[in-house]
């Protein structure tokens, strides 16, 4: 075990300049990214908007009036023009609408007065995400006209969705953009850095950092260090674009963004070092990246919950290292950081690295051998 | 020559790949300061045997040292003596010359301020100074090589291993590389150098011919010409019109074998009376005069005995 801030040194001027020389790198490491960024931010927005809804109640019921004319108010609904009689589930299959609210035999009015009476809601769930947002439109809008109308609701009959609480627009540009962060750089360094390493291997540069007194600890340094401080730059460069441009909250302090970032960024490299080990060409290495990205991806809670994620492949989320920073940027950046939490993931983060880094380097160490 | 100590001492060493065997029990020496050249076709083992002896490669059985030193157990000891330049281009072609040059310099831990004048003295010594800030895959092929010599010596090894430095390169490029080998050695480097190019192993001090993972012959080029011909090659010139029936007797008559070149045939004779019998009864049909065997007579005829047995 031995490191020589000059060859270390060495390695960094080295790193840099090639990335710094090759257009198609700087592109990938800081366009992409910043690209991603705004799609997510502009366009693939999965805010619900335009949903068709129904509301099946008497022609003269006051409360279905206000709660179309305030649906429609909202963005969120178009009414469709229905009458009393129509056969739910037929409106829903006949994509005449997406949701329908169902008064129930004796009337809005006499159920909010009760209290309790069972008001349905038939959604269209094809889209379970969708569908979980329209749910929650509709419980609110339903609980705002009976609070002007002045009846007091029994607590339970409409409840909001945990989620909404700190996104109060359900916008979804400040949800995914924390997000982001992980995702792009994870993907970066994972490719970026994997890539760099098995390059060395392809074109036989290797073979000279083995003849040379090199240590199995500086080269694996010397070949991941500088990617760390490229993976937190992108991380303030996404941070920067999400708060001067989509003007998401940042109510965190910086400092706890740099922990969490620190962490997943190591443990993105441990992985690309696994990768190196097994590959011996560049586009092995792009094949072993993508192979582990999308699995990784899918099951950290970027796009879906993972609280909607069956059990039996949940265990894998709370092995995945971007799971928990992703939760963690959430947490900091827009709630402020809850501190337990965001120290106990950072602990299951911490434990993960460790148990990568320490394979990593194994496996390095056998292979360089 | 022969005061010279050993720096090199491989006693039976094997590597095996599986069942495959690269290298299969050589043994062999090398004296300090001398040129030792590694001959063989690609494949027969020269590249495993320089890995094993810089540490690169653990070997299968049998014991490599330098300086009467166990290699694989005292890596971090020789490794910064040792100057290997591998079969595989090893400069980064997107940095240029200079920066190709700080970096390998810092694998030996030599600070920038140490490296430069170094790589500036190198780069005169190469005859190359005035590329020093170009990138790498601007050079010419020969230029490349250069560089990657510089880079080899970089850190001023005394053991130089140069794995088919001159492979694919030109004429002029390959005499300015041995100038330099040559220049290295008298300086007091031991230079190892593999090539399949029989004409450059006449510059080396001595020779390992190799095949197949096995050392078919030893010694200097004078005793390997004078070990494999006692009676020296024939060159036939014909007076007539080119026979195809002399080749064939020759082969018949078991005088020796043949190859064709320019205006007559290359006869390695095995029956120098026998042969000498036959050109009188071919009297007008052609001439000969015996010639000095090269390295590749050498190296043809150790294969063929080889393979023949």
């Known amino acids: 075990m031995r490191v020589r801030p000059v060859t270390l040194k060495g390695f960094f001027k080295k790193e840099f300049t090639q990335i710094l020389r090759d257009p198609k790198m700087l592109f990938a490491i800081f366009f992409i990214p910043l690209i991603q960024t705004v799609m997510f931010g502009l366009a693939l927005t999965s805010e619900v908007k335009n949903v068709e809804l129904a509301v099946l109640a008497k022609p003269n019921s006051r409360v279905a009036r206000d709660i179309r004319a305030r649906a429609q108010a909202s963005g969120w609904f178009k009414i469709s023009p229905v009458t009393q009689t129509a056969d739910p589930t037929l409106l829903i299959e006949s994509h005449r609408a997406e949701a329908v609210l169902i008064a129930p035999k004796e009337g809005f009015e006499k159920a909010l007065e009760r209290g309790n009476a069972p008001i349905q809601l038939l959604v269209n769930a094809t889209n379970a995400q969708r569908a979980q947002q329209v749910n929650g439109y509709v419980q609110q809008i339903v609980a705002q006209v009976a609070a002007e109308r002045g009846y007091a609701l029994s607590p339970g009959l409409i409840q909001l969705d945990q989620r909404i609480l700190f996104n109060h627009n359900l916008d979804t540009t400040s949800y995914m953009i924390p997000a982001l962060m992980v995702m792009s750089t994870f993907i970066v360094l994972l490719v970026v850095c994997g890539m760099a390493i098995a390059k060395e291997k392809e074109t036989g540069t290797m073979e000279k950092l083995i003849a040379s007194p090199c240590t199995v600890e500086e080269i694996m340094l010397g070949k991941t260090l500088p990617y760390f401080v490229i993976g937190l730059v992108i991380v303030g460069l996404i941070l920067f674009v999400g708060v001067a441009w989509f003007g998401i909250p940042f109510r965190g302090s910086l400092w706890l963004v740099a922990v969490n970032a620190g962490l997943f960024a190591l443990s993105a490299l441990a992985v690309a070092l696994i990768i190196s080990t097994v590959v011996s060409t560049q586009q092995q290495a792009m094949m072993g990246s993508m192979l582990y990205l999308l699995p990784g991806i899918l099951l950290s809670g970027v796009f879906f919950p993972v609280a909607n994620i069956p059990p039996l492949f949940r265990w894998m989320c709370y092995l995945n290292p971007m799971m928990y920073s992703v939760v963690n940027f959430r947490a900091v950046i827009l709630k402020g950081g809850d501190t337990a939490l965001f120290w106990s993931n950072c602990f299951w983060l911490t434990g993960i690295c460790v148990v990568l880094c320490v394979l990593a380097y194994k496996n390095f160490k056998s292979t360089l051998n | ?309």
């Not at chain 2, 090893?90 to 490296?115: C, H, M, Q, W």
């Not at chain 2, 008298?186 to 230079?191: A, L």
């Open chain 2, 1 to 309: 020559m022969k005061t010279e100590p050993n720096v090199i001492e491989v006693e039976n060493l094997t590597v095996a790949f599986g069942d495959f065997k690269a290298v299969d029990g050589i043994s062999f020496y090398v004296k300090r300061g001398e040129i030792f050249g590694f001959l063989g076709a690609n494949g027969a083992g020269k590249t495993t045997t320089i890995r094993c002896i810089c540490g690169l490669l653990n070997p299968t059985s049998g014991t490599v040292l330098v300086d009467g030193k166990d290699v694989s157990s005292h890596t971090a000891v020789l490794k910064p003596r040792i100057g290997y330049m591998s079969q595989k281009f090893t400069l980064y072609p997107d940095l240029t010359v200079r920066e190709n040059l700080l970096f390998a310099g810092s694998l030996y831990g030599l600070r920038r301020k140490d490296i430069k004048p170094r790589a500036e003295e190198l780069m005169r010594f190469i005859g190359l100074s005035q590329h020093l800030n170009e990138p790498v895959k601007l050079l010419s092929g020969g230029v490349k090589q250069m560089v990657a010599l510089a880079a080899t010596l970089l850190h001023n090894p005394d053991l130089i291993f140069l794995d088919e430095p001159t492979a694919g390169t030109s004429p002029i490029t390959r005499a300015d590389f041995w100038r330099l080998i040559r220049t290295l050695a008298q300086n007091g480097k031991t230079v190892f150098v593999t090539t399949h190019y029989m004409d450059e192993a006449e510059y080396c001090g001595r020779i390992v011919l190799m095949e197949r993972g096995r050392i078919i012959a030893t010694g200097t080029p004078e005793e390997l010409k004078k070990q494999f011909f006692p009676v020296p090659p024939v060159e036939l010139v014909f007076t007539q019109p080119r026979q195809a029936s002399v080749r064939e007797d020759l082969q018949r008559l078991n005088l020796g074998t043949a190859e064709n070149f320019s205006g007559g045939l290359r006869v390695r004779v095995t029956d120098m009376e026998g042969f000498k019998a036959y050109a009188q009864t071919r009297e007008g049909v052609f001439t000969y005069r015996p010639v000095a065997p090269t390295l590749e007579d050498v190296f043809l005829k150790a294969v063929s005995g080889r393979n023949a047995q």
